[in-house]
């Protein structure tokens, strides 16, 4: 009798600007730009949204973090330019803020429970990662900053805005988009937006020390309470009007590209 051929398991996805580390259920994604400061380009978006949409329902924790001194600067402004320069409209910078939002509303829709291991800086962009995911830790050493205003862009990138105040509150969240200012990780921890700060040399064991028990929680429960907490925490969002980010953003970068080139 003829042996079955055997079969072929399809190739991982190439990915260009993360790695990746399974240990279990227990998966980490980092950001692995550091030559760039971690800076969210298109490429990383697209790497992003290959490793959430492919993510294997076996992983019960997803830990996100950078490569490098800083966990992320922020957008990549060299890239705004080359979209402006192919398309004065902000087509490409339309399309870029669309992969951005569908990127963080994957990290918090995502099934299993999503920590943000914050070292360094986390900029803009950054910061938006961070804050889609379910835990945040960072480094005593670690400084935040939205600098979007002070580079005449809006604050509009993957839904920062409302989950910011959301978590934070309205008021500080004013002050800290109007001034630009930048934050230490003891601010953040204050503000909501860390729950935890640590030593960077212990940052790996907080990590661990959250995703131990989390591990070990009913899958089916888990994804209940998630999706749950999710749902309360929208209803808290009645008027987040997120979902036009990056027509805002295109819109204001085209404004001031042209206000540039004409004056």
Do not use: Y
């Amino acid at each position: 009798m003829t042996a079955p051929a055997p079969t072929t398991l399809p190739a991982a996805p190439a990915l260009r600007t993360l790695r990746t580390h399974r240990e279990g259920p227990v998966l980490t994604v980092e950001l692995n730009t550091p030559e760039q400061g971690n800076t969210v380009t298109d490429a990383v978006l697209d790497d992003l949204l290959t490793v959430l949409g492919d993510q294997d329902p076996a992983v019960r924790v997803l830990v996100l973090t950078g490569a490098g001194d800083d966990f992320c600067l922020g957008g990549d402004r060299t890239e705004f330019a080359r979209h402006l320069a192919h398309d004065p409209t902000g087509a490409g910078i339309r399309v870029s803020g669309t992969k951005a939002r569908r990127v963080c509303d994957a990290l918090t829709a995502n099934p299993a429970v999503t920590i943000a291991r914050v070292h360094g800086k986390a900029i803009g962009a950054g910061l938006a990662l961070a804050l889609a995911c379910d835990l945040r830790v960072g480094s005593e050493d670690a400084t935040f900053r939205l600098p979007e205003l002070a580079l005449g862009l809006p604050t509009a990138w993957g839904g920062l805005l409302p989950r910011l105040i959301s978590e934070v509150g309205a008021a500080r969240v004013r002050e800290l988009v109007l001034t630009g200012r930048s934050f230490t990780a003891a601010e953040a921890q204050s503000l909501s937006i860390l729950q935890k700060v640590v030593p960077a040399q212990e940052l790996d064991a907080a990590v661990a020390a959250w995703a131990r028990p989390v591990v070990r929680r009913p899958q089916a429960a888990l994804r209940v309470t998630k999706t749950l907490l999710n749902a309360l925490s929208a209803s808290a969002r009645l008027a987040d009007a997120s979902a036009l980010d990056a027509e805002l953003m295109a819109a204001v970068v085209a404004e001031l590209h042209h206000a540039r080139a004409t004056g």
